[in-house]
Nanobody, 119 residues
Framework: QVQLVESGGGSVQPGGSLRLSCAAS????????MGWFRQTPGKQRDLVAE???????NYGNSVKGRFTISRDNIKNIVYLQMNSLKPEDTAAYYC?????????????WGQGTQVTVSS
């Protein structure tokens, strides 16, 4: 059974930082591309960042220079370090996994963790 479990969300003031974690189980983690997405009510789910099994990284335009994605293939965890947070970063953040042969066709999703940026 595949499980992606996000943690690390919460409330923070503008300019603050949070680190999200996504622990994966039930998949050969090192063979999967991993991504972080976010969604606000009534809007589509948008890419935040993704990292391939070869550590090729892609960021959404709105987070470049502020967020950093990384992965630990020993612990089977993907991280999202979020700095200089803005109110517009408020969203539910989801972790996703795609087998390397399927590129960015993310087949597995976590339940999400809420991030709220407010003064």
């Amino acid at each position: 059974q595949v499980q992606l479990v996000e943690s690390g969300g919460g409330s923070v003031q503008p300019g603050g930082s949070l680190r999200l974690s996504c622990a994966a189980s039930g998949i050969p983690f090192s063979l999967y591309n991993m991504g972080w997405f976010r969604q606000t009510p009534g809007k589509q789910r948008d890419l935040v960042a993704e990292i391939s099994l070869r550590d090729i990284i892609n960021y959404g335009n709105s987070v470049k220079g502020r967020f950093t994605i990384s992965r630990d293939n020993i612990k089977n965890i993907v991280y999202l370090q979020m700095n200089s947070l803005k109110p517009e970063d408020t969203a539910a953040y989801y972790c996703a996994a795609a087998h390397w042969a399927r590129g960015t066709d993310y087949a597995y999703w976590g339940q999400g963790t809420q991030v709220t940026v407010s003064s």
